[in-house]
């Protein structure tokens, strides 16, 4: 685990040898600087923790409404999937598909793939498809805009308040602790480093194989 590997930076494309550090430190570019990778504090536990607890929020933010409109004196409450629900009932299908697919299905297949991936790696397991797995979480960054969506819900809660009578239930907050709580975890998670872990589990399994295949 020791050894130096070849690694390019995302930012100016420079190939180099970079060793492995310990946790809390990360390893910049030599040519312009840019981190190639951190080795984040409190090893795997951390982010497990982290997302067990975005799973729970994530169920109750699904589970409860997020907000209740009140115009005129008719009160209404809103959920995700009723959102979605609404939409492909009232001729808006590919609408209702795509709020079901953004704000429901796919956060949380990444959801439960990236906790599928953490927890092999924490058991030292090779568990089926965590490889496939580990390298679209790569190439997808989940947490990246989650800010964005932050700022969104309540800007879009301000523009409701002026038409109607906006009461926040339960879902909402359980949703907005659910992106921190993901945003948390992304920030104790390095991919370059995920990557090694799975290839110190592979070289094990690999010397446990040929010694087993030698006796
Ligand atoms: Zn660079």
């Not at 907000?67 to 808006?92: C, P």
């Not at 793939?113 to 496939?132: A, D």
Request: glycine fraction near 8%.
């Amino acid at each position: 685990m020791d050894e130096e590997v070849l690694m390019a930076c995302q930012e100016c494309d420079a190939l180099q040898r970079v060793p492995w550090v310990p946790a809390g430190k990360k390893v910049r570019c030599r040519g312009c600087g840019t981190t190639l990778y951190h080795h984040p504090r409190g090893g795997l536990d951390r982010p497990i923790a982290l997302l067990l607890g975005a799973l729970v929020l994530y169920v109750l933010a699904n589970s409860f409404p997020l907000v209740t409109l009140d115009i005129g004196g008719a009160s209404r409450e809103t959920s995700l999937i009723g959102t979605a629900w609404a939409l492909y009932n009232h001729d808006m299908k590919l609408l209702g598909i795509l709020v079901f697919l953004t704000s429901l299905a796919v956060p949380g297949a990444i959801l439960f793939s990236t906790l599928y991936v953490l927890m092999g790696l924490r058991l030292q397991r090779s568990l089926p498809g965590l490889r496939q797995m580990l390298a679209l979480l790569s190439h997808i960054h989940p947490w990246e805009m989650a800010d964005v969506f932050v700022i969104s819900i309540l800007v879009a809660l301000v523009k409701m308040s002026g038409m109607a009578e906006v009461i926040i239930d339960a879902g909402l907050y359980a949703l907005i602790g659910y992106i921190l709580l993901g945003i948390a975890a992304s920030a104790s998670i390095d991919v370059f480093v995920l990557w090694r872990r799975l290839e110190r589990i592979d070289h094990f399994l690999q010397g446990k194989l040929s010694f087993e295949a030698g006796k």
